[in-house]
């Protein structure tokens, strides 16, 4: 009852909340907090590479889709919002961590619902704007098989309509596996604007989750490619084709060299 009354006077907005009833200031103090620690062992005991940062500052504030490639369940996406909070401030390709008083709050990621109910550290980065995906074909490690998560569609859908959203089309860190056909259908039902996003060096700096360091002084590159339009009549095993190439995840003809090189 309280709330309800102060917001009818806030003139700041510090009580606006996201479509799924979440303060926007609560997302900002997550992030705040989390920030600090993160900013050190992505900047300072690694080194991070951006490129192609200017293309965010053209963007509009809603609609807009991200999809990567993925090496690691946190360290990826946590640094796609320390990036996308620097560029909120004015910030190209490099990160200072003032941003954080004023971090980027509209931003959400599509993450397993599994992977992020597993301790207090991936339940407390949920609040910073993690859309829950329960997988269908993914469960505890096993290949399962179960009825699509629908809800994760229209959630998506509602995160869009309000800012940005991370997205990993291949739902799994292993790389060169299949792009799913959700992402095809996200695409073709919101018509947003896609930025590729092409990122390295976390599978060799971090260990799977992305919270503990494999090996430090690494270069952690991302790299943001120019925005895609998609048409909206492109069928969706195209769709699927595209993304797969623009974020360099079609298979390579040297793939036993680059096992070889990953491993070692």
Known sequence: MIMQAIS????????????FGNYLILKRLVIFFA????????????????????????????????????????????????????????????????????????TFYVAAKETMQKGIIP?????AGAILVERSWRAQGQNVAREVDNSAGDN??????FGWVI????????????????????????????VPVV?????????????????????LHVRFKEPVYFNENQPLEEIVDIVTKIIGQNIPENIAEWRTDESS
């Open 8 to 19: 009818y006077i806030d003139l700041f907005g510090i009580l606006d909340k996201d479509p």
């Open 199 to 219: 990122i390295d060096g976390f599978r060799r700096a971090f260990n799977k989750t992305g919270l503990s360091y494999k090996k430090r002084n690494t270069t």
């Open 35 to 106: 920030g600090w620690p993160t900013f050190w062992r992505i900047a300072v005991a690694n080194k991070l590479k951006i490129e192609g940062a200017q293309h965010l500052s053209k963007l509009p504030n809603t609609n807009v889709f991200f999809i990567s490639n993925h090496q690691t369940y946190f360290a990826d996406v946590i640094t796609f919002y320390h990036i996308f909070s620097a560029s909120k401030w004015g910030f190209k390709n490099k990160i200072y961590p003032i941003y954080l008083f004023s971090p980027r709050a509209r």
């Open 156 to 161: 998506i859908s509602e995160a869009l309509k």
């Open 123 to 127: 339940k407390l980065f949920s609040l």
């Open 167 to 194: 997205s990993f089309p291949q739902g799994t860190t292993s790389p060169y596996a299949p792009v799913r056909k959700g992402t095809a259908h996200i695409i073709k039902t919101n018509n947003p604007i896609v």
